[in-house]
């Protein structure tokens, strides 16, 4: 190999290069955006459909089945899932990763919008929205007050707004959790149908006299002059007297029939902050930037402007991610260093101070090249790239160690400096880039795993190929050019070190005698290594299979569900419950109140619910995260919410990973509705009867009741009344119909709403005040075309792929087995009997495990496939990429006991480590077959060979296999639920594969290398 030469040659040119990769991974570092959990860009959709006062089963036939339809026809759409409730469709659609999420949103919207004239007018709006990771919140901020007014909070809050928004690197900042403000124009009815004033009369001339319509221009000799209308309306004044009929000579003005004035919408939102009345700030930032740069201006923003303050409101802050993202970063930075510090120890003992420092030297740059790459690749830095840093710290040193190594090797026979600098780095130099190839190939497929499950983890394969490629650079240029400078030359009959004399005679008197006899009892060996191998193989299933672990943050989310048809103040009550209950924890810092919608989006996989009178959620906030603590108190509030009549009151934990509705999560697919609830429920029931299992909900078990207005359609036949005219008559009275947005003088817009007058709410007798107008003129009251009766009907109805389904979801308790509770329910569910076109669909935590899983165990196959071509390439044979894979089922031995051990079950994260130990311990075997090679190429018999290159090769073998462990200690050590598993997984492979190597490898090279010519004949 000549490129240490070239190098050592123009080592100016090396060392510039260096320098200048050096100074921009500095900057990159400096300026890469930052975050806790990497950002996740999946090609998700949804498609909202607001249909006031439609039920489930009219939207469903009305909306959602052509909208389906449309979305479906579309390519790489993979699934469409769709919720319906009162006046409301949710669908959610994904389609195949790869696409261009820009266009195929275009795509939904042109579907959407080609079906829009066949859908019902009284469709208030269709909303097609691409999933983006940018509108998880930065910082909620939340103006309380105990005695301050909704009107005097809203303008602090849109004042505090306008000020956030001038901070550099926000995207958008939402005020919530307040009732707007409303022109209320309260119809009289009956004086209506006394002057036969029909309702869409007086519909027709508000939003006629609204309109601002242009009036062009006119030339006047050389002038030109805009011509200005009537306008739109500008005061109340002006609304009150808008002239709505004229009749023997008498104008009607709309205060002759109604009363005009301010006031609030109904409540659908209501916020609070420790039990006081709250308005939110919701706050997002733009892709690219960096979290805590906008927090320093988010800080500055909130100190200056809380400084001119009324003394009765004060602005909080509710949730803010920069804290976390900082420590969560700065935690694996530690764990980096500390990891760097201990390799660069045990170095140090193992190749003396210079060589040590050369070594230490090589990190750093090589961290620091593979930085500057990821920024330049477009990705960021949080938990996963910086642990994908730390894995990769035991790595990237061991081309370095062996390098430095063997030029000590090739001082002490007497080379000079600057040959044995260039030699002994091209003895090893194709070596360890067969090595580094095959340690990438282990890694590289992982980069295309599918899925938000690859998106999730894709800089971690990416962050160790970056370091690895930078170590094999440095490895053969700038690690030779420093020996080359500062490696002292051995003197003559030197007497060695401790270490040498400790390494020398635990080869002599301990290694090769055990060598010696593996090779004349090779049997005993392989029968010990196939016995560990098939012991471990027992240990699994008491291991178990798990995929992503909770998130050790310390904020929980409280959710409240309540029947469909409950009202938001029994809704309201529940919540307070709850809020008197958390009071009382010692653990809880601040809470949270959001009624009738969830709380606005905080964490990457937990998406809040829209707006729901039956739904309330709670964000609690923790003094500290204290594990014992933390799963203590879930148990204790979920004991106290249980005894919480008519509420579901759930207490779930936030989770790593791509979101999933629920940890359990079984649909029953067919037609009728009545017959999914059946079954619905007798999967309940088996669900119900597992161990471990909470949070049972089946959203379809129980109806809501709501008022039917049957209408005699032979009766408002005969009267020429459009049943349109007596849906928005319905609509105007008691739910109030928004007839237009008016931008007034002030500045303010307000919607135009036009319904009873009420003082309190609405009872059934205030149907006997609407009046209907028929086409002739006359007043007909409602109660003479239609009857009121109480009728049951679904909740909610729910599609998956166009297909009706009910869906029952669970969560699990701490400790138990996600994967082992639901193959129990699967059994169980095998043995149910469904009714002809009926079937069961397992989603949830378990469908995205076995999807994931089997995903990545096509990508182990692939990088398999892909060592082994690059081995057979680099020895020529087919025999010996077997003999060097021997490794692998030696290093999962390991794995599985040290997983046993610890008490760590088989996550999705130990997969990834053991995907990456298969690159990793073949790297041993590659070194031990490869100098094996060079010996017989030498001249050396078969044995002599072995043996020479067993003895030669202990020492990096063992120190680079230190380097590995020592690397991941730290980060392993932290009894993270997402990192210790996948540490554990690596430190068991890479002890037991290195013990073992360096007994099997030897044997099966004797079994399968040729033996030279003239040893044969001797």
Known sequence: MKLPKLALENYQFVLILVALSAITGVLSYLSMPRSEDPVLKVPNFSVAVVYPGANPQDIEELAVDPIEDAVNEIEDIKLIKTVIQDGLAVMRVEAEFGVDVNDKEDEIKAAVNSIRNDLPKEIYSIDVKKFSPFDVLIAQWVVTSKTAPYRQMQDIAEDLEDEVKKVKGIRKVKVQAYPKQQVRVA?????MAQMNIPLTQVIGILQGNNLNIPGGEIESKDKSFSIKTSGSFKNLETIKNTVINAAQDRVVYLKDIAEVYFDYEDDRHIGRYNGQKAVFLAITQKEGQNILDIQKGLD?????????????????????????????????????????????????????????????????????????????????????????????????VDNGIVVIENISRFLKEGYPLREAAYKATSEVGWAIVSSTVTTILAFFPMTQLPGATGEFLKTLPLIVIFSLLASLLLALTFTPLLAGKFLPTP?????????????????????????????????????????????????FPLVGVSFFPNADKPLLLVDINLPKGTSLARTDSAARFVEREVAKVPLVKDYTTNVGKGNPQIYYNRVPKNFDKTHAQLMLNLKEWNPKKFYAMIDDLRARFAEYPGAKITVQELKNGPPFDAPIEIKVLGKNLDTLKRLSKGVEKIIASSEGVINLDNPLAIDKTELQVDINRDKAGMMNLPLSDIDVAVRTSLSGFTVAEVNLSSGKKYDMVLRLPYDEKLSIDDFDKIYVANRLGGQVPLSQLAKLRFDGSPARIGHYNLTREATVMAGV?????????????????????????????VEGEFKTQQDSFGNLGQILVVALLGIFAVLVLQFRSFKQPFVVFSAIPLAFSGSIVALFLTGYSFSFFAFVGFTSLVGIVINNSIILVDYTNQL????????????????????????????????????????SGLWSPLGWTIIGGMISSTFLTLLIVPILLKWFTKAPKKEVAA
Do not use: H
């Open 300 to 396: 500055k923003t909130l100190a200056e402007f809380s400084a001119s303050l009324p003394k009765n409101i004060q602005v909080k802050q509710a949730f803010v991610q920069a804290p976390a993202v900082e420590s969560r970063i700065n935690d694996f930075f530690v764990n980096l260093l500390q990891g760097i510090l201990l390799v660069g120890a045990i170095i140090f003992i193992f190749l003396g101070g210079r060589s040590s420092l050369i070594v230490m030297t090589v990190i750093p740059t090589a961290i620091i090249i593979a930085i500057t790459t990821l920024d330049f690749a477009g990705f960021g830095l949080q938990q996963i790239s910086i642990a994908g840093l730390v894995i990769a710290l035991g790595l990237l």
């Open 187 to 191: 119809l009289d009815f009956p004086k």
């Open 491 to 539: 003197k003559a009959n030197a007497k060695p070190k401790l270490i040498e004399r400790a390494l020398n005679w635990l080869i002599a008197k301990m290694y090769l005698p055990v060598l010696n006899f593996s090779v004349k009892r090779p049997l005993v060996i392989l029968l010990i290594a196939i016995s560990t191998f098939v012991g471990s193989m027992a240990l």
């Open 813 to 841: 308790k701490e400790g138990y087995n996600v994967a082992n509770i639901t193959q129990g329910i699967i059994k169980k569910l095998d043995q149910f009997k469904l009714p002809k076109g009926y079937k069961f669909v």
């Open 936 to 975: 017989l190429a030498a001249g050396s018999t078969l044995k002599d060979a072995i043996f020479k290159a067993c003895s030669t090769r202990f020492t990096p073998i063992v120190l680079t296999t230190l380097t590995t462990i020592l690397g991941l200690l730290p980060l392993t050590l932290t009894n």
